[in-house]
C-alpha cells in the first residue's frame, strides 16, 4: 500500500469510527452528548484535538483531521507532499505513541544547529528510519489518537 493509500485508510478508518456515535442521555436533567464503539481512534480525543463537529464529520472533515495529524495544514497539502516527506510521516504517524510530530520537529533542528546544515528529505527521512530502528525515543510516550496499530 503506498503512502496516499494508508492515509485515505486512516481517513475513512477515522469516519467509520465516528459513525459509531450513538446518542445518550448523561442525567436526570436530560443532557444528551455521544457515546463511541471506534475500532482504531481515540475518537473523543480526534474530536476534542481537532475542534470536530460532532454533529456532521464527512469524511472529508475525517481526511483534514488526518492530514493535520501527519503534520500538513490540509489534505491538499498532504496530496501534494512528495514521496519522501510521506514516507517520514507515515513513520512519525504509526509511532505517534512514542513521539509526537513537535518533538519530531524539534529534534531535526537541533540536529541541524548541531551540524550546521538543513537537511533534504532524503536526510530527514535516513534519520527517521535510523532513530526508530535504534531506539531513541523509546522511553518517551504521548497520548496517542490511535487506538492499535493494526492498519
Known amino acids: 500500500m503506498d ?3 494508508f492515509f485515505k485508510l486512516q481517513s475513512k478508518n477515522l469516519h467509520r469510527d465516528f459513525k ?5 442521555i448523561n442525567n ?5 452528548s ?10 473523543e480525543l480526534v474530536i476534542y484535538d481537532y475542534n470536530l463537529d460532532e454533529e456532521n ?3 472529508m472533515k475525517a481526511q483534514h483531521a488526518i492530514a493535520q495529524m501527519a503534520g500538513f495544514r490540509k489534505w491538499t497539502d498532504l496530496i501534494k507532499a512528495s514521496e519522501t ?3 517520514i510521516v507515515k513513520i512519525l504517524y504509526e509511532n505517534q505513541d512514542i ?3 513537535r518533538m519530531w520537529i524539534d529534534y531535526i533542528a537541533d540536529e541541524e544547529k548541531m551540524d550546521q546544515t538543513r537537511f ?11 532513530v526508530f530502528e535504534m531506539g531513541v525515543f523509546g522511553d518517551v510516550l504521548f497520548d496517542c489518537y490511535l487506538l492499535d496499530k493494526k492498519y
Open 3 to 5: 503512502t496516499i493509500d
Open 20 to 24: 459509531t456515535r450513538k446518542l445518550i
Open 28 to 32: 436526570e436533567f436530560g443532557e444528551l
Open 34 to 43: 455521544y457515546e463511541y464503539e471506534p475500532k482504531h481512534f481515540d475518537i
Open 57 to 59: 464529520l464527512t469524511l
Open 85 to 87: 516527506d510521506l514516507k
Open 99 to 101: 513521539i509526537d510530530l
Open 120 to 130: 533534504d528529505s532524503e536526510t530527514k527521512l535516513a534519520i527517521c528510519e535510523q
